[in-house]
Structure formats: structure tokens, C-alpha cells
């Protein structure tokens, strides 16, 4: 059986940075097939690599910076990130190509990812919960995740 990680990153004392662990805190606590697996990973990217040993799939939670209206929501794939060398420098201190090739070489493969962001207005800011600009976008951000894992689910089977 074919499995799904859904990871969301952020830091949630940085404003709209925690986008991704607020999104993964409401999945979470949803009713998932035994296959998919959602949490949240903090700002915790060095080591991330180690959780996706296993996984077919990762769909990753977090924000994104394209210069659009804070609350965009965007999808990404490895091969839009690849194309894109200002995609690939994580705020996070390791982009999440680089973990995706660690897992490959501690595992011998690796999950297929994607990313769903939100364009955030403010992480720079001390303050736990989202800006008032992203705030009113946040049920659409995860609405678009929980569509994507249900379509994910579709693929893998």
C-alpha cells in the first residue's frame, strides 16, 4: 500500500510563517486512510529527511514568495522548484530538494513531493496566528490541501 506524508512547516511564533503547522493541525485531526499521515514539522529541517523514509508520496505545507497578494495559494511540484533557483533557498535553512535527496541516499529512495503555499504577508513579525491579510484566506488554504490529499489518495491507489 502506497503511503502519503502531509508535513506542515512554519514557524508559528512568526506570523504568517506558521501557515503550514496551523494548516497540518487541522488535517490532523481529520479522519485519514491508514496511509496518509499528517503532522507538522516546526521549523525543523535539517533532519527532516528521516520521516519521509517509507513514504511514496510528501506533500508539503508552507509558505511560498512569488510576489502575488498575500493569501495567494500556489502549488508547486520537485520540477517547478528545480526550474526555479529563488524556489530552491529555503527560509528554513535547507531546501527541501536537498532532504529529498538525504532520504534517497540514508533509504535508497525517496517520496515524490509537492507544495501547496500561501503568499504570506508578514514572517517576520513576533506573534502567534496568522496576519489579518492571510487570516480570511486560511479556510480556503487548507480546503485546497484537503482537496489535494483526496486527490493524491485517487493516484496512489
Known sequence: MKKLLVLGIGNTLLT???????????LWQEEWPENVTVMEAGTFTQDIYAF????????????????????????????????NEKQRVSIHDIDMLDSLRMC?????????MEIIGMQPYDITTWNIGLSDACKPKFDNFVAHARKRINEIIVEMN
Do not use: N
Not at 56 to 63: F, K, M, N, S, T
Open 104 to 112: 534517497e541516499m540514508r533509504c535508497g529512495s525517496r517520496p515524490k
Open 16 to 26: 504568517d510563517d506558521g501557515v503550514g503547522v496551523h494548516a497540518a493541525e487541522i
Open 52 to 83: 519521509f523514509e517509507g513514504y511514496d508520496r510528501l506533500l508539503v505545507l508552507d509558505v511560498i514568495h512569488a510576489e502575488h497578494d498575500p493569501g495567494t495559494i500556489y502549488e508547486l511540484t520537485e520540477d517547478d522548484i528545480r526550474s
